[in-house]
């Protein structure tokens, strides 16, 4: 069954700590993304990878930090000085770079 | 960045056509997209235009692309209740890694 997958679902972090979102997919894409979206808002880029060991800062990337280790795995860690980390984070791939598909997103709450 | 711009809410009664549209900014967009989200779920891609297109049709789908006034969009045929969620419109100009969303039109199907 192919596809991408995020987990937790849901996650609940405490002001100053760091939490990390797990991505993967079995689709054999080269290229995955980092989204960030905000009620009432579209999507913004944080992080993106095009290739194993390679990744690029997006528009909102302060506060957040990515690996790619593994091709089929692209985890995003949310740091302490994310000022407002608050949102639901969705993780995508693509195998052209022209046509992204994403994951069920987590939804990351501070307390 | 890019700014894509949707009306926010579209009520239609069930049975019904239903147009979402949006206004994007760059003419050089090699591709312009729409997603669908439903309520806690990530985007499903709904169908995508390749830019030298002026139409594309797939099943109750239609999408429409005047690239002379930068404006997509997407026509749901006998719209049902379960097409009720969020449609993003997006695009993608060329060079760019990353897609540039709209904030999304919530369409409500009225039974």
């Known amino acids: 069954d192919g596809g991408i997958t995020q987990s937790p679902k849901y996650l609940f972090r405490k002001e100053g700590q760091n939490v990390t979102l797990s991505c993967e997919q079995n689709l054999n894409h080269d290229a995955m993304y980092w989204y960030r979206q905000d009620p009432g808002q579209g999507l913004r880029l944080i992080y993106y990878?095009?290739?194993?060991?390679?990744?690029q800062k997006g528009d909102i990337a302060e506060g957040y930090s990515v690996s790619r280790e593994k091709k089929e795995s692209f985890p995003l860690t949310v740091t302490s000085a994310q000022k407002n980390p608050t949102a639901f984070y969705l993780c995508?791939?693509?195998?052209?770079?022209?046509?992204?598909?994403f994951g069920p997103g987590t939804r990351l709450t501070v307390l | 960045g890019e700014d894509v711009e949707q009306s926010l809410f579209l009520s239609v009664r069930e049975g019904d056509s239903s147009v979402i549209n949006c206004t994007y900014t760059d003419s050089s967009s090699t591709y312009l997209y729409w997603y669908k989200q439903e309520p806690g779920a990530g985007l499903q891609l709904l169908t995508y235009?390749?830019?030298?297109?002026d139409m594309k049709q797939d099943q109750r789908l239609t999408v429409l692309l005047n690239k002379k006034d930068k404006h997509l969009s997407l026509r749901i045929a006998d719209t049902q209740t379960g097409d009720s969620a969020i449609y993003f419109c997006?695009?993608?100009?060329?060079?760019?890694?990353?897609?540039?969303f709209g904030t999304g039109t919530r369409l409500t199907v009225i039974p």
């Open positions: 235009i390749f830019s030298n297109m």
């Open positions: 990878s095009q290739i194993v060991n390679d990744f």
């Open positions: 997006a695009e993608k100009p060329p060079g760019a890694n990353n897609l540039f």
């Open positions: 995508a791939s693509s195998l052209t770079r022209d046509v992204q598909f």
